[in-house]
């Protein structure tokens, strides 16, 4: 986008009105943080939670320590690990159960079965099954990602309209060359539309796992956003629990988008029209 | 019987037949199978007035003339029936055994012949279905045929066959379908094929911590040692189904789960209803909506203990909120994805802008929302064992949770299997409500020719 | 069908309301700052009750027309008037839509979340003028002459996309429209039903005269039904060749194989072959 419709959309009335809301809001969150401070009356809730200047000033310092940015290495790490780990599994187990029905037979009631258990139910079992702590937490978050990618492998799949079949069969397509130029291709949609949900579940997971599984002791696992905001609540600084909250907002937000546009990559043909 | 290079010839003139519009295809198709397929010469007389009567015709192509019998009390004698038009439906009607006119083919004509009392037949065997198409003969007759209502009244009517059967219109249609689809899957490979698949993973796991006791599992409980504990009275660790303590914690998890998804469903529905229906409200409200939501449900556990006082009201908290995200976003996408023509049918209608919102945008969403809505309970048990394993007490992920702290490892597979099944069954219950609320969707997708 | 003859049928004497009058109408659209011109300085005059019909390739900006009169779009240029008052121009570039002139949709637009009695009693039912009693025996009543009674009760997902085309135009008819605005409404019908809803679309003219401005790429249903075929060009669109159908009212579909109906057909043919191929061959996507 060039800088000068950027500019145009910066300033557009839609864009003015968002920031105008949210300015609103900044304005009734200092306020009633600051209640008890100004007013000698403490606001139920608001009253409680650190006021945004004191999050900015907080998070301004942050910016400069290593061990803050460490801390989001440490999770993104985790993310794209257990998530490409989720695609890797999951893309082709969807393609497998959505070509043969056998297949989807055997493996999709299991598979429904086991989905309704939410990943962080698996979190002891995890532990007590994998030998590291590090593992444990990935096994955790493949999980969560795993369970949509392969949802939404088979959604893309199923509504592949037939006629593209019949169109190649009766231009003498073999099985694989179906696969590899109908399915493939038809389902790919559905995957980048997959992975983008599932990015953001994987990060649920992660900061859970990381907060969860408490950090910082058995061989170098820990770390990471998740341990970062609880021993900022543990030791009491709750600006920077704020930083922390927002922080990971914003580095769930870019892998999203990283995987949109990677995705976008893989689908020109959808740009048309 | 007729061959099946005729049977689409067949069924294609069957569903040109007014009466016959609305039958669905298998029954049709057993229509077909009985109607037989004639030709006749241009001048060449059909049936007599006063011949026996036991045959209803459907014009497939040509022209008939059909003369009614001067003593019938009609307002118009004589008619000319053309394709798609029916005749002969003295064949169906009560107490009538003969004739009612004389018809003789214009030029070649050809026609199908159905017997009539085996199509009376085969509607008694689906009442629902053969009333509305002996009310669409009875119109047909009464209008086309410029006959009184006299006459028409003798077409039978299957509204006794219903009464008996004790079920009304929509009724048939849900639990007829019901009955219908299990029936079928029955007979399909699918249901012997899951079995399969339980089998292998259950055998998996029996083996490799049981009988083969791999190394990485020997720590684990094996099924036998969990389905024993489950189902045992007195179990080692206090928590199988016969005792009480297992149905308080799914108790409070459920109570929690309910006044949590209540709540932001009430919340959020509005919210992504107005999102979606007002530019101006999405472009102020949207932006800082859409800055909160990325953030993992969890990171907000802290703030949550800091503001809320206890530990029940963080728990409830934290499930709201991961529900109240996925519920209002989808609505709003809901809201968006109605066909434009609706609220331009509307506007050209002459209905106002609210009026529109009530008629249009929110029953035209609908579909969405309840899909939303079980995007948002799956979400909401997520949050909540997330919650209850941090800082509740009491509670499926407290159990699990404890359970592993405690070491009492069967208790932790017997909590999860609980957690999968109840969440299943509540997002089956919502998917159960929209069914109920949008009665109109369930028998479009079960009858519509789209 | 009926059976009663009367030669007057196509007559437009008795009809007061409904002239449509678009003078000098261009609209021009700009996506993306690349100017785009869909119709081109376009003048018709259509009296009250007529048959219209707008013939024409796809894409060619007929549809533009349409949803400018019904309100849907502004106009760049030009006016509309309905019976001599201003529905867009200078001033006032977007129309308000209303219930004179009704729009039937393409794909159709009857409520999937109603029956096809509460579609039919919306919009007396929205104006709140009439008790419900009054509104629903009416609409019962007006089923029944378009051959609907038994449909009720059925929602529209339930019935063929004939007779949901059938109650589309009841529903449109119950608000006492001046004008039905109809865009491609039979485009995905088989020709069968086709034929089918062309007879039954005149029944219903007979019995309720209304102006009709109906949008179609198909000749032949546009020389069986209409009064007079304006054909355009492709876009921009612009009124290329003006056709008189004297074929006489009532007709039914023994009048496609007359030879009158041959003529025409001969007559209009030509240029509407022409402009499609203009349209193909600069590749113009279907509206």
């Given at each position: 986008m060039s800088l000068s419709k950027f500019s145009d959309k910066l300033f557009s009335r839609a864009a003015l009105r968002g920031i105008f809301a949210i300015c609103v809001f900044m304005v009734l969150w200092e306020v009633g943080a600051r209640s008890e401070q100004w007013f000698g009356y403490r606001f139920p809730f608001v009253g409680l939670v650190p006021p945004p200047t004191d999050v900015l000033v907080s998070w301004s310092g942050l910016i400069g320590d290593a061990g803050y940015w460490h801390s989001w290495y440490k999770s993104f790490l985790r993310v794209f690990g257990g998530f490409t780990a989720a695609m890797l599994i999951g893309i082709p187990l969807g393609l497998i159960m959505a070509v043969n029905k056998s297949c989807y037979g055997i493996i999709f009631p299991t598979f429904e079965v086991l989905r309704p258990i939410p990943p962080l139910a698996w979190v002891p079992a995890s532990i007590i099954f994998w030998p590291t702590q590090e593992l444990s937490i990935a096994f955790v978050t493949f999980l969560g990602a795993f369970y949509t990618i392969v949802i939404n492998v088979l959604g893309g799949a199923k509504s592949i309209n037939k006629q593209f079949i019949q169109a190649a069969l009766s231009m003498g397509a073999s099985q694989w060359d179906i696969f590899r130029r109908i399915v493939l291709p038809a389902t790919l949609p559905s995957i980048v539309v997959g992975s983008a949900v599932g990015m953001g579940i994987t990060w649920e997971v992660v900061v859970a796992a990381e907060m969860i599984s408490g950090g910082g002791a058995s061989g170098g696992a820990g770390g990471g956003l998740g341990f970062f905001i609880w021993s900022s609540y543990v030791g009491g600084s709750y600006e920077q629990i704020i930083v922390g909250m927002f922080s990971i907002g914003i580095a769930g937000y870019i892998s999203s988008e990283l995987i949109r546009q990677l995705g976008g990559k893989f689908t020109p043909w959808l740009k048309t029209r | 019987m007729p061959d099946p290079a005729n049977k689409s010839e067949i069924l294609s003139a069957l569903k040109s037949a007014m009466p016959f519009q609305m039958v669905p295809d298998n029954l049709m198709q057993e229509i077909a199978a009985i109607c037989t397929q004639e030709s006749y010469e241009a001048g060449e007389k059909i049936y007599d007035l006063g011949a026996l009567a036991d045959d209803v015709f459907i014009v497939s192509s040509g022209s008939v003339q059909h003369i009614l019998s001067a003593d019938t009390d009609a307002s118009k004698h004589e008619k000319i029936m053309r394709s798609g038009d029916v005749f002969g439906w003295a064949a169906v009607l009560e107490g009538q055994s003969v004739r009612l006119a004389a018809t003789t083919s214009i030029e070649p004509t050809q026609v199908l012949r159905i017997n009539g009392k085996k199509l009376v037949e085969l509607f008694e065997s689906d009442p629902a279905v053969g009333d509305v198409v002996m009310t669409r003969f009875a119109t047909m007759i009464n209008k086309e045929?410029?006959?009184?209502r006299s006459i028409a009244d003798q077409v039978p009517g299957f509204k006794q066959a219903l009464k008996a059967s004790n079920l009304q219109g929509s009724e048939v249609t849900t639990m007829a379908l019901t009955v219908y689809r299990i029936a079928t899957w029955l007979k399909s490979p699918r249901p012997y094929l899951m079995l399969i698949g339980f089998a292998v993973f259950l055998g998996f796991w029996m083996l490799s911590v049981e009988i083969w006791k791999l190394p990485r599992f020997v720590s684990m409980p094996g099924p036998t040692e969990v389905f024993t504990e489950w189902f045992s009275e007195d179990p080692y660790y206090g928590?199988?189904?016969?005792?009480p303590e297992y149905y308080k914690h799914i108790g409070i998890s459920l109570r929690r789960i309910g006044f949590a998804f209540l709540l932001a469903t009430a919340l959020g529905v509005p919210l992504g209803l107005f999102l979606g229906w007002s530019q101006k409200f999405r472009e102020y409200i949207f932006p800082l909506f859409e800055v909160f939501r990325p953030i993992p449900i969890l990171a907000w556990v802290p703030l949550a203990i800091i503001m809320f006082v206890g530990s029940e009201t963080p728990v409830i908290f934290l499930t709201f909120l991961a529900s109240f995200f996925a519920t209002t976003l989808n609505t709003m996408l809901g809201v968006e994805s109605i066909d434009e023509s609706y609220s331009r049918a509307a506007k050209c209608l002459g209905a106002s802008r609210w009026q529109t919102f009530i008629h249009v945008v929110i029953p035209g969403s609908m579909p969405y929302i309840f899909t939303g809505l079980q995007i948002s309970i799956g979400v909401a048990w997520f949050s909540l064992v997330a919650g209850e394993m941090v800082s509740g007490q009491f509670g499926l992920g407290y159990i699990i949770n404890t359970a592993y702290m405690m070491i009492e490892y069967p208790k932790i597979i017997i909590g999860m299997i609980t957690l999968g099944v109840i969440g299943y069954v509540t997002s089956a219950m919502v998917r159960m409500m929209g069914d109920y609320l949008m009665q109109w969707r369930v028998r479009e997708l079960a009858l519509g020719d789209n | 069908m009926s059976a009663v003859i009367d030669e007057n049928l196509g007559s437009l004497a008795d009809v007061s309301d409904g002239a449509i009058s678009i003078k000098d109408v261009v609209k021009v659209y700009d996506p993306d700052g690349a100017a785009v011109m869909a119709v081109d300085h376009c003048s018709i005059e259509i009296p009250a009750g007529e048959i219209c019909m707008i013939v024409g390739p796809s894409g060619c900006g007929k549809t533009t027309l349409l949803n400018a009169i019904a309100g849907f779009h502004g106009i760049t240029s030009g006016s509309i008037h309905l019976d001599g008052e201003l529905l867009c121009g200078p001033e006032q570039p977007q129309a308000e839509p209303g219930s004179d002139r009704i729009v039937v949709f393409q794909n159709g637009a009857l409520f999937p979340w109603k029956t096809n009695l509460e579609n039919v009693a919306f919009g007396p039912m929205m104006a709140g003028k009439q008790s419900k009693a009054e509104i629903y025996e009416k609409a019962r009543s007006m089923m029944a002459d378009a051959g609907l009674s038994g449909n009720e009760n059925n929602y529209p997902g339930e019935i063929s996309s004939g007779l949901r085309r059938r109650v589309e135009i009841v529903r449109a008819l119950m608000n006492d429209p001046k004008v039905l605005l109809f865009d491609e409404p039979y485009r995905a019908l088989d020709s069968l039903t086709k034929s089918v809803m062309h007879e039954a679309l005149l029944e219903i003219y007979y019995r309720n005269k209304v102006t009709i401005f109906f949008i179609t790429h198909d000749l032949e249903e546009a020389i069986f039904l209409g009064h007079r075929l304006i054909i355009m060009s492709s876009r921009p669109c612009k009124p290329k060749k003006i056709v008189e159908v004297d074929i006489p009212h009532p007709r039914d579909y023994s009048v496609l194989t007359s030879p009158r109906f041959r003529e025409i057909l001969n007559e209009a043919k030509d240029v509407v072959h022409d402009e499609a191929m203009k349209a193909f061959e600069a590749g113009e996507k279907e509206g």
């Open positions: - | 045929f410029y006959v009184p928590l199988s189904f016969y005792t | -």
